[in-house]
């Protein structure tokens, strides 16, 4: 939550002093199963089963990222 209020900040500063060419955008990978939970014992084992199920592979949470870097639309102060 606090990085959707500090883009929409600083996206009005920007605006406000006109400089250069910045977006600022929120971005959420969504569900991704990885190897993050692997290293904690018990409560890792239960959530990297879970994310296993349900969550999509990194590469594929790493799209929205990727888009939003070399987009030409305008997305300033967007959550994607």
Not at 13 to 18: C, E, F, G, T, V
Not at 33 to 39: A, D, G, K, P
Not at 58 to 72: M, Y
Request: charged share 20%; glycine share 8%; proline share 4%.
């Amino acid at each position: 939550y606090m990085q959707i209020v500090m883009n929409h900040t600083l996206s009005r500063k920007r605006k406000r002093n006109a400089t250069g060419n910045i977006s600022f955008v929120s971005v959420h990978p969504g569900v991704v199963s990885s190897e993050f939970y692997s290293r904690m014992p018990r409560f890792g084992a239960v959530v990297g089963a879970v994310m296993s199920l349900f969550g999509k592979p990194a590469a594929s949470g790493a799209r929205t990222q990727i888009w939003a870097c070399l987009t030409t639309e305008k997305i300033d102060d967007a959550y994607l």
